[in-house]
Nanobody, 114 residues
């Protein structure tokens, strides 16, 4: 399975971006799909996840500003990011997990200017 993330870019603080992660095959079997990010000089951190049944979870730092969703018919994971802050800057990676295996996408860069 290959995951292709897109939608990153440069945005001013307070702005919005929508990230997408397209899978090369069906995402129906993935029990969890998630977004992680890595800021310059820092470790990769969890951002948000969505289970196959639709339950979502968010890091405290993005709760209320980001919305994760998945479209099983289009094999796509999305992340709507609103009210962006400079500290949201980083490379965003999508991740997909099913029993016995996990997959990472290649990342898309988000830069939020102050």
């Amino acid at each position: 399975v290959q995951l292709q993330a897109s939608g990153g870019g440069l945005v001013q603080a307070g702005g919005s971006l929508r990230l997408s992660c397209a899978a090369s095959g069906s995402i129906f079997s993935f029990i969890v799909m998630a977004w992680h990010r890595q800021a310059p000089g820092k470790q990769r951190e969890y951002v948000a996840s969505i289970a196959s049944g639709g339950a979502t979870n968010y890091a405290d730092s993005v709760k209320g500003r980001f919305t994760i969703s998945r479209d099983n018919a289009k094999n796509t994971l999305s992340l709507q990011m609103d009210s962006l802050k400079p500290e949201d800057t980083g490379v965003y990676y999508c991740r997909a997990v099913r029993l016995g295996s996990g997959y990472w996408g290649q990342g898309t860069l988000v830069t939020v200017s102050s």
